[in-house]
């Protein structure tokens, strides 16, 4: 997914859930570091400022997310912080 959402540590640590649709996702703890499709994606600049390990508390490769409640989502659903640890 593609989201126009605060992904830093700061707004969205492990455990935070979200809901869209009627789907509930956990923030895994698991680090996203990048790779191949990242950079076939994006490009080698942004794939090397994402890797600036002073930037990587703002998650700008993204977060993992599990499903913890299955349901239905769509295109421009709303996406929402149900709860923070």
């Known amino acids: 997914m593609f989201l126009e959402l605060d992904l830093s540590d700061g707004n969205l640590p492990s455990g935070a ?14 680090p996203h570091n990048g790779c191949r499709k990242f950079r076939a994606r994006f490009g080698d600049g942004a794939l090397r400022l ?7 508390h703002r998650n700008l490769r993204g977060v993992y997310l599990r499903v913890v409640e299955g349901g239905d989502v769509a295109v421009g659903d709303e996406i929402r912080v149900v709860r923070r640890p």
Do not use: D, K, N
């Open 50 to 56: 994402v890797s600036i390990r002073a930037l990587r």
């Open 17 to 30: 859930v979200l809901q869209a649709g009627s789907v509930r996702f956990e923030v895994t703890p698991m």
